[in-house]
T-cell receptor, first 114, second 113 residues
Framework: EAQVTQNPRYLITVTGKKLTVTCSQN?????MSWYRQDPGLGLRQIYY???????DKGDVPEGYKVSRKEKRNFPLILESPSPNQTSLYFC?????????????FGEGSRLTVL | AQSVSQHNHHVILSEAASLELGCNYS??????LFWYVQYPGQHLQLLLK????DPLVKGIKGFEAEFIKSKFSFNLRKPSVQWSDTAEYFC???????????WGAGTKLIIKP
């Protein structure tokens, strides 16, 4: 089944404790992206990747890191989480590069930073 | 600055009512337009899209949207809503020579049975 898989789905952590949210897609998509969703703000892009070893900042990259060592995986790293990073995170991928705007989303990861 | 505006943050309708959700965008160039839907507790999924051609596009589950270039609008419509249409709806815009989607803030639609 074609899908984007995120883990963990739910996480409660404390300020400063490094964490990684994994994202994997099995559709051979070149383009992958991370978003955060906050009430009343819609989706805001954190980072995106056009292809392996190519990543770029989105609208709200501060406090986050990403890597794209393989085509299928695009982990999101919070080196020192803070409470303002409490949010719902979505990973997404797109066929045919980023040109189409047609995104396939993961199920979401709800992160709470205390 | 490029932006997408969704007029209503919350809409409450009764079953069988007609639906129109507004979306206006600010972008200086040719665009691709999208509506995504997020059902409660689920991920976002594409509802419909406009790239070119007929400005009236049809999507899944009886939804349609009309692109009016002169008004910079891409409103979502459904003639008769069902309880299962309860969800949050997001409008998004992308310049054809750009890679990034610009998202609206979303409209939460609640259908009363």
């Amino acid at each position: 089944e074609a899908q984007v898989t995120q883990n963990p789905r739910y996480l409660i952590t404390v300020t400063g404790k490094k964490l990684t949210v994994t994202c994997s897609q099995n559709m051979n998509h070149e383009y992958m992206s991370w978003y955060r969703q906050d009430p009343g703000l819609g989706l805001r892009q954190i980072y995106y990747s056009m292809n392996v070893e190519v990543t770029d900042k989105g609208d709200v990259p501060e406090g986050y890191k990403v890597s794209r060592k393989e085509k299928r995986n695009f982990p999101l790293i919070l080196e020192s989480p803070s409470p303002n990073q409490t949010s719902l995170y979505f990973c997404a991928s797109s066929p045919s590069g980023a040109n189409t705007g047609e995104l396939f989303f993961g199920e979401g990861s709800r992160l709470t930073v205390l | 600055a490029q932006s997408v505006s969704q007029h209503n943050h919350h809409v409450i309708l009764s079953e069988a009512a007609s639906l129109e959700l507004g979306c206006n965008y600010s972008y200086g160039g040719t665009v691709n337009l999208f509506w995504y839907v997020q059902y409660p507790g689920q991920h976002l999924q594409l509802l419909l899209k406009y790239f070119s051609g007929d400005p009236l596009v049809k999507g899944i589950k009886g939804f349609e949207a009309e692109f009016i270039k002169s008004k910079f609008s891409f409103n979502l419509r459904k003639p008769s809503v069902q309880w299962s249409d309860t969800a949050e709806y997001f409008c998004a815009v992308k310049g054809v020579s750009n890679y990034q989607l610009i998202w609206g803030a979303g409209t939460k639609l609640i259908i009363k049975p």
